[in-house]
């Protein structure tokens, strides 16, 4: 797929790279082999100009309409907790760390400077850790 906006799809290699993201970095990010089906769907369909996400009139979104499209889904899926954009990135680290995934490829991933601001994940992964149930205490 040709490059749009801040985004370069590379079905290929299964990366999308992220040109002038948060903080103004660059940086590679996963591309789901499910959403690049779906991603190809809908740029067959709507043929994106500047942007791979327009709004209606053209142009990229604007920080409200990304918000209220978060919040409409979080709805949907019937989760009562206010929720923001900036949760799915949260999110997207915190499951990565629960599943193995090293702290150094993480911070590459998120365009983090210094591992300092990528170990605020290991806090939440650590108190879901609390939650696990040891097989030895049934013994």
Request: net charge positive; aromatic share 8%; charged share 20%.
């Amino acid at each position: 797929m040709s490059p749009k906006g801040n985004f370069v799809v590379h079905p290929k290699r299964m990366l999308i790279r992220v040109e002038n993201g948060k903080g103004g970095k660059d940086r590679y990010t996963l591309l789901s082999t499910n959403i690049l089906k779906d991603l190809r769907l809908y740029y067959t369909q709507w043929n994106p100009k500047e942007y791979l996400f327009e709004g209606q009139n053209g142009g990229k979104y604007s920080g409200k309409s990304v918000l209220n499209i978060v919040k409409r889904a979080a709805q949907r899926a019937k989760i009562r907790k206010n929720v923001v954009p900036h949760m799915l990135r949260h999110s997207f680290a915190t499951h990565l760390l629960e599943d193995g995934v090293s702290l150094r490829q993480i911070q590459i991933l998120l365009g983090h400077s210094s591992s300092v601001t990528t170990e605020i994940y290991t806090h939440v992964a650590n108190t879901s850790m609390k939650s696990i149930k040891n097989p030895l205490d049934w013994l």
